[in-house]
C-alpha cells in the first residue's frame, strides 16, 4: 500500500488549494480514504474522508462549506478541494485508507486508519 500527497504550499488567508493522494497497491474502490491534519502542538485530526464504495463522506465541522472531498476511482486518487483557507488551517495534511466496511462507513479516528502517506505542507498567512 502506497499513498502519495501533493498539492501542499503557502497561501494567504481567503486562498485556496487542492490537495491529491494517490493510491497504489489495494483495490481503490472498497476502502476508505480520508485527510488528517497535525498541527504543531497539536492531535492529529481527521479533516474528511471518503468512502469509496458508494461515495459517503464525512467534514469535521469547522471545514464544512470551505473544503470539498473527491475522488477519481479511475486515477485512485483522492483529492481535497480547500477555499476560504484560514491560519488555523496551517499544518501538515496526511491521507490514510481505511479497510471499507460497506455503504455509509466514514470512520474519522486515527486508530480507524492503517497505512499513512509521508504529509504535505500547507501554511496559510494572514
Known amino acids: 500500500v502506497q499513498l502519495v500527497e501533493s498539492g501542499g504550499g503557502l497561501v494567504q488567508a481567503g486562498g485556496s488549494l487542492r490537495l491529491s493522494c494517490a493510491a497504489s497497491?489495494?483495490?481503490?474502490?472498497?476502502?476508505?480514504i480520508g485527510w488528517f491534519r497535525q498541527a504543531p502542538g497539536k492531535e492529529r485530526e481527521g479533516v474528511s474522508c471518503i468512502n469509496n464504495s458508494d461515495g459517503s463522506t464525512y467534514y469535521l465541522d469547522s471545514v464544512k462549506g470551505r473544503f470539498t472531498i473527491s475522488s477519481d476511482n479511475a486515477k485512485n486518487t483522492v483529492y481535497l478541494e480547500m477555499n476560504s483557507l484560514k491560519p488555523e488551517d496551517t499544518a501538515v495534511y496526511y491521507c490514510a485508507v481505511s479497510i471499507g466496511r460497506g455503504p455509509d462507513y466514514v470512520p474519522v479516528d486515527v486508530t480507524d486508519f492503517g497505512s499513512w502517506g509521508q504529509g504535505t505542507q500547507v501554511t496559510v498567512s494572514s
Open positions: 497497491g489495494f483495490t481503490f474502490d472498497d476502502y476508505v
